[in-house]
């Protein structure tokens, strides 16, 4: 079963805790028949994405991810080792589900100033609405089958789901209006909703993102009307909110408060 971390003390005990054991084991030569961390965590990564094998998840050796294609989109889930991980003592893993699309990418290229593929991505605890940190032990042998069993379900039962409506692009930006967590972060979403040419639903993530921050809506209204006046050739770098605000500027997006 997965340890469950909730709050910034469950973070910290964990990392204090996995130090603790750690202790001595670093820069030193494992005892004789411990096994490798990255032998470990390979081999359950390859013995997961065959559990998969029917969703057409293939694995990745060398990024410790699962990928699978579609023809806008890429799903992945990648295996992050702890940072105290040491041979014989201590095998923590953690599993993270991420969207990509190589034509968002070329998108952001042209239009938003920045080279970056993502469209969403989240820890797979988090997937259920619980904000919960999902991590679990490989180092017993005995117990590393019922372990690498728990990372199979959850991902069936939590990520599974999570990535189907991230298949067809006409289906993308209605799902993404319902993720709370893009009122706080607004910039993948307005650029996503652009790249399919929905200007309404990107008038929408604006909104929802200055709502949570009336304080900042008059700098960046401010940042909006600078930037019509300069309509400046490449992104400002200053902020967050100067390149949101020429991106709206760039893709011919009118706010009615400007």
């Known amino acids: 079963m997965p340890k469950s971390l909730h709050s910034v003390e469950d973070h910290v005990a964990d990392i204090v805790s996995a130090r603790e054991r750690a202790t001595g084991g670093k820069f030193q030569a494992a005892a004789p028949g411990a096994e490798r961390v990255a032998d470990v965590i390979d081999a359950a990564g390859l013995e997961i994405s ?8 293939k694995w990745s050796k060398t990024r410790r991810t699962l990928t699978r294609r579609t023809k806008h989109f890429s799903h992945e889930i990648s295996f ?23 034509e968002l990418g070329a ?9 970056y593929s993502g469209v969403w991505a989240s820890q797979i605890g988090y997937l259920d609405g619980s904000f919960n940190y999902l991590k679990w032990q490989l180092l017993d042998k005995d117990r590393r089958q019922s372990e690498i069993d728990s990372i199979v379900s959850t991902i069936e039962v939590l990520a599974l789901p999570a990535f189907e409506p991230f298949r067809f692009k006409g289906e993308l930006v209605e799902h993404l209006l319902q993720l709370n967590q893009l009122a706080r972060n607004p910039y993948n979403a307005i650029d996503i909703a652009l790249w399919l040419g929905n200007v309404a639903a990107a008038k929408e993530f604006l909104n929802q993102y200055l709502r949570t921050k009336e304080h900042a809506r008059k700098e960046f209204l401010g940042h909006y009307e600078n930037e019509l006046r300069k309509l400046s050739p490449i992104p400002p770098t200053d902020s967050p909110e100067q390149r949101l605000a020429w991106v709206l500027v760039r893709n011919g997006v009118e706010l009615e408060d400007a």
């Open 80 to 102: 992050q080792g702890d940072a105290e991980n040491t041979s014989g003592i201590h095998i923590g893993v953690s599993v993270h589900t991420c969207v990509r699309s190589k």
């Open 107 to 115: 998108w952001r290229e042209t239009n938003a100033g920045r080279n």
């Open 50 to 57: 065959k559990a998969l094998s029917e969703s057409e998840f």
